[in-house]
């Protein structure tokens, strides 16, 4: 028997990872090649080659004792010490190891920060669309979950709704730049309007709200596109960063929390969110990776790559009148569906082996995903089936 607090888990599996389990079905029968998944955010460029040469000779070299042992709960000093470093080269900031706690990838950074700051009962706001597990984490902690309407012009957030949602009762917001599902990138402008209600919002009620920056695709940037780093604009900001897109590792499971010193209460938060790390069941994040990350910490992986996949499929779809905001960052398209019901849309994809994401799996239904992290082959051979689809919406 399981628990009333795990039902709704189950009954709501997430449409992605079934979605990817139905891609192997078809994969099994049709074969790999004729198969079209663009279901699962799975990088598909190899790691730089520095974190195999990192690997080997961390391995080979160091103390194993120290390799596979236990650490601090924010994990290994040195490792904190050179991505704070890498940070404030990058963007300005001055952060030092103890702003930073390692963590099991960006899932469990979002745990512990918002273990760490949310009291049962009080809300969490975010923008439709979202990655919808946002909404269990927050649950995790009795935590309520707000969500802001799509502005599907632009995918930027609607800030008039944002500013009117936000109550006494609002402890968090969380944002994700570049995006996921959409690939935007949210503007200067749009950062400095979010602060600013935030700023106002903290005055009016006399409570703490914090914004937590979700990135684990800031360095998946294109046509030059900037990302503005979020503590520069507002004090109580909170990020949490992951690895598997940006070196290309997602089942290592690593990435960090950043915790400035100008957020309200920062030494009382890091000494909590270390403890969060450890009580989650993580403990701190795996040793090995850890001290590859800081041998590593400004490789970059292949990003010209997926701008080859996201120009190739854009202008593909495009052109069969399929309708997209262009992604100016992340590898994913998110297209409007010809019919309301995107869910019928993403079953017709699959009579011609295309594999599709329901909108309303991100709260955004009339929409679906695509995650263009494929090989570039998968794209050039999926465009005569979306025009075969295409093709049948038009009659």
């Known amino acids: 028997m399981i628990s009333e607090k795990m039902k709704p888990y189950v009954r709501n599996n997430s449409a992605i990872r079934m979605m990817f389990e139905e891609g192997n079905r078809l994969k099994a029968i049709h074969g790999a090649e004729n198969v079209f998944d663009f279901s699962l955010g799975n990088p598909s460029v190899p790691a730089p080659e520095c974190v195999k040469e990192a690997i080997l000779d961390i391995v080979n070299h160091e103390d194993p004792l120290v390799v596979h042992g236990y650490m601090s709960n924010a994990g290994f000093e040195d490792v904190r010490a050179a991505i704070a470093s890498s940070l404030n080269r990058r963007f300005g900031t001055a952060f030092s190891a103890k702003n930073l706690i390692m963590t099991v990838g960006a899932a469990s950074g979002l745990n512990i920060i918002l273990k760490t700051i949310v009291n049962p009962g009080e809300e969490v706001i975010v923008f439709a669309p979202y990655f919808l597990e946002y909404g269990s984490y927050v649950r995790n902690y009795d935590g309520i979950l707000v969500e802001i309407t799509p502005n599907t012009e632009t995918f930027q957030p609607n800030l008039r709704e944002f500013e009117e949602k936000i109550s006494p009762k609002t402890r968090a917001v969380i944002v994700n730049t570049p995006h996921n599902p959409t690939g935007v990138i949210y503007s200067e402008e749009t950062i400095k309007e979010i602060a600013a209600i935030l700023q106002k919002k903290q005055k009016e009620y006399g409570s703490v709200i914090y914004l937590i920056s979700d990135e684990p695709y800031r360095e998946l940037a294109y046509d030059g596109a900037e990302v503005p780093y979020l503590t520069k604009y507002y004090p109580n900001t909170v990020v949490g960063y992951s690895y598997s897109k940006s070196l290309s590792l997602p089942g290592e499971r690593i990435g960090y929390v950043v915790i400035p010193d100008e957020a309200d209460g920062s030494k009382e938060m890091i000494e909590a969110a270390t403890i969060a790390n450890r009580i989650s069941g993580a403990v701190n994040a795996p040793s090995l990776i850890q001290r590859v990350i800081a041998r590593c910490v400004d ?77 570039y082959d998968t794209i050039i051979h999926s465009l005569p089936q979306f025009a075969k689809l295409a093709e049948e919406y038009r009659g």
């Open 299 to 375: 490789a970059a992986c292949d990003v010209e790559a997926y701008d080859k996949n996201r120009q190739a499929l854009y202008n593909g779809l495009t052109e069969l009148g399929f309708e997209c905001v262009k992604p100016q960052g992340a590898f994913y398209l998110f297209v409007k569906s010809p019919v309301p019901d995107e869910k019928a849309f993403c079953e017709a994809g699959k009579k011609y082996n295309i594999l599709m994401v329901p909108g309303s799996s991100f709260a955004c239904p009339g929409y679906v995903r695509l995650a263009y992290c494929v090989s």
